[in-house]
Structure formats: C-alpha cells, structure tokens
C-alpha cells in the first residue's frame, strides 16, 4: 500500500514539475516600424532553470495575416530569430513544442494514456495593436479580447480560450516574467501573480504590475483517442522515435506572452 501511494505522490511531483514550466518569448516592450528586432524563445521556469525547446512550429505572424516561418538558433538556453518590421500592427509569433506521450503506467498507477500539446504565442505591437485577435483556429490558443497596444496596471485583461474554434473550460495562472528595466523578478517560481479558471472559455483579470507577462492555461483534458507517431526518443526509454503509440485522450497547454506598461 506505501508503494502505490509513494508511486502516485510520484506522478503528482512530475505534474507539478511540468504545470510550473512555461513556454515563452522575450522582446523590445517598445517596437518601431521599419524596424528588426531579436526574439528568445525559452521552456522552462520564467525565473529559474530554462532549456532551448525543440519546436515542431515557428512561425510570424503580420498584421495583414501573412504567416511566415522564423528562423532560429540556439542561444543562451533559449532560441533566438531576428523579425523584420514593417507596417504597424501585432505580429504575433506562433510557435508549438514537440508534442510528448505520457502513460501512468509507466509507474505502477492507472489511468488514460496522454498526448501532452503546448502551444504558444508571443504578441508584439508595433505602434498599433491591429490584429491582435488573430486565430489559426488550430489547437488550443488564448486569443485577446481586448486590444493589447499600451496596455497598462490596472487594465483588465480578457481572452478566450479556444480548442479547434470551439471555446474551452480550463485553469489558468499569468506571472511577470520580466521588469520593463529588463530585471529578474526575484520569486519563486511557483509562485503566480493571478490564477482562477475559465468561465465558459474566458478568462479574464487585472493586470496588477508592469512587465512581460506569461499567461498559462492548463485546459481541461480533450477526451480525443487516436495514434501519435513518436517524433523523439523518451529520455527513460519508454518509446523511440517512429514507434506508433495510441493514447486516449490529450492534455493541451497554450502560453502567451505579452507586455504591460
């Protein structure tokens, strides 16, 4: 009996470890037209231990709507890309980690074998906040209601959470990420600056510091069986790349980063 209760207590810890991890983008807060600016796309906890994702999707988005893919190198635990600016606008960086297989049995406990998604989304307003609504209608995506240009504390923000175009239930939490002077907040990384669940697919609070801010939603499991061809080794070794394994339903995660003034 101490063994399973050990064996779940391990599953939690290992949930708990992922649900603190945050795919996101750091950027100039202040962008001018006709411009280039560096981008850093990091996975990991915003104030702590952060690795270079392997991206599956990396893609810009302008403010007309045209999708171009983003080139990008390894740096500084991170990935880093260069976008041109041209009009104003929101250009919204699109961008989706690989996806990974979970299965509870792995360690002794029942329970429904899991595709995991993260997706995420940077955006960044050049002197406007045009298309700032922009939906792929693909996945699970956090898409603003409110324009996001000059946004300040004590604004509110709302956004719908989508999965495939169709609103979706879920928890989420927002933290700052970084200070408008470019400092580390010192906290720990558990910690969040908001958190509560969705309301019909919406979520909605108050922005209570300047900063980049990182807003997570953990939605609620998509009850979606089907076959997933393993694009990565596991690094326990429960499955290799190319290996097809059926899940029973998936677990989707979107992140998006923003800042306020």
Same mark, same amino acid.
């Given at each position: 009996m101490r063994? $399973? *209760?050990l064996l779940v207590l391990m599953v939690a810890g290992i949930a708990?470890?992922? /649900?603190? %991890?945050s795919l996101y983008a750091e950027f100039p807060q202040e962008i001018s037209v006709n411009s280039e !600016?560096?981008? @850093? $796309?990091?996975?990991?906890?915003? %104030?702590?231990?952060?690795e270079a994702p392997d991206l599956s999707i990396a893609q810009v988005v /302008?403010?007309?709507? +045209? !999708?171009?893919?983003?080139?990008?190198?390894?740096?500084q635990d991170g990935l880093r890309g260069k976008v041109d600016i041209g009009k104003p606008g929101c250009y919204i960086l699109n961008f989706?980690?690989?996806?990974? *297989? *979970? +299965?509870?049995? @792995?360690?002794?406990? /029942?329970?429904?074998?899991e595709l995991t998604l993260n997706y995420a989304r940077a955006i960044m307003t050049a002197e406007s906040g045009d298309n700032y609504d922009w939906s792929s209608g693909d996945?699970?995506? $956090?898409?603003?209601? $409110? +324009?996001?240009?000059?946004?300040?504390?004590?604004d509110e923000f709302q956004a719908k959470v989508l999965w495939n175009g169709e609103l979706l239930d879920g928890y989420y939490n927002a933290v700052v990420a970084k200070t408008p002077s470019d400092l580390l907040i010192i906290q720990h990384a558990e910690e969040c600056d908001v958190e509560g669940d969705s309301e019909d697919g919406v979520i909605s609070f108050e922005f209570t510091k300047p900063g980049l801010w990182v807003i997570t939603v953990f939605a609620d499991s998509v009850e979606e069986c089907g076959t997933w061809t393993a694009t990565n080794d596991q690094e326990s070794g429960y499955y290799e790349q190319g290996d097809e394994l059926e899940y029973d339903a998936i677990a989707p995660t979107a992140y998006l980063t923003l800042w306020c003034s």
């Amino acid at each position: 009996m101490r063994l $399973i *209760f050990l064996l779940v207590l391990m599953v939690a810890g290992i949930a708990a470890m992922a /649900s603190g %991890h945050s795919l996101y983008a750091e950027f100039p807060q202040e962008i001018s037209v006709n411009s280039e !600016i560096d981008v @850093w $796309i990091t996975y990991g906890h915003c %104030h702590g231990e952060k690795e270079a994702p392997d991206l599956s999707i990396a893609q810009v988005v /302008s403010p007309d709507g +045209d !999708i171009n893919e983003l080139t990008l190198e390894e740096y500084q635990d991170g990935l880093r890309g260069k976008v041109d600016i041209g009009k104003p606008g929101c250009y919204i960086l699109n961008f989706q980690k690989e996806a990974n *297989f *979970f +299965d509870p049995k @792995w360690y002794g406990v /029942s329970g429904d074998k899991e595709l995991t998604l993260n997706y995420a989304r940077a955006i960044m307003t050049a002197e406007s906040g045009d298309n700032y609504d922009w939906s792929s209608g693909d996945g699970l995506e $956090i898409v603003p209601l $409110i +324009d996001p240009y000059n946004l300040e504390v004590g604004d509110e923000f709302q956004a719908k959470v989508l999965w495939n175009g169709e609103l979706l239930d879920g928890y989420y939490n927002a933290v700052v990420a970084k200070t408008p002077s470019d400092l580390l907040i010192i906290q720990h990384a558990e910690e969040c600056d908001v958190e509560g669940d969705s309301e019909d697919g919406v979520i909605s609070f108050e922005f209570t510091k300047p900063g980049l801010w990182v807003i997570t939603v953990f939605a609620d499991s998509v009850e979606e069986c089907g076959t997933w061809t393993a694009t990565n080794d596991q690094e326990s070794g429960y499955y290799e790349q190319g290996d097809e394994l059926e899940y029973d339903a998936i677990a989707p995660t979107a992140y998006l980063t923003l800042w306020c003034s």
